[in-house]
Structure formats: C-alpha cells, structure tokens
C-alpha cells in the first residue's frame, strides 16, 4: 500500500512537471537591450471594476514570460472608485499612472 501511494506521488510530481516544462515552451522569453523599452498603456475609462485583474494578469504574463516591460495605466476619465484601484496598484506593483 505504501509502495503504491509512493509510486502514485511520484507519478503525480512528473505529470506536475511535465506540464511546466511545456509552459515554460510557450512562455517564450522576448529578448531586450539596453536601448529598447517595452511599454504597455491600459487606457480606462469612467468605471473599470475589472481593472486590477487586467494589470495582474499583464504582470503575471511578465512575470513567467521573464518580459521586462514597464506598465502603464493612462487616465481618460477614471471615476473616484477605478482611480483609487489605480492608485493601489501603482502603490503594491510599480505601475505608473500617465494622463
């Protein structure tokens, strides 16, 4: 019964890594110099209540994409509620806010 459940965990943390091995595949790293910034601008406007998923979304694929990439949230109008979200995550993960 131990043998099984052994071989059984086994099994599990090779499937486990398999399938990072395939992600990291994807992932591809997108290779900068000194002298190329990459930018991404989120535009938002009024009431953006999905806001904070799409910025730690974008940094989460910058993340495991190993992308260096400066993150930018462009204000065209944000309500008190979305800019203050704004202002969190500018605060938590570095991300700038441009009007």
């Known amino acids: 019964m131990l043998v099984e459940a052994i071989v059984g965990l086994m099994a599990a943390l090779g499937i486990f890594f398999l399938l990072q091995s395939i992600k990291s595949y994807f992932y591809s790293k997108v290779p900068t110099g000194e002298n ?17 998923q799409t910025a730690k979304g974008l940094m989460h694929l910058y993340e ?36």
Do not use: H
């Open 36 to 52: 190329i910034g990459i930018e991404t601008i989120i535009s938002v406007r009024g009431n953006a209540p999905e806001l904070e």
């Open 64 to 99: 495991n994409a190993g992308l260096r990439a400066e993150l930018m949230i462009k204000d065209c109008g944000m309500d008190a509620e979305t800019a203050l979200c704004a202002q969190k995550l500018c605060e938590q993960k570095g991300i700038k806010i441009i009007t």
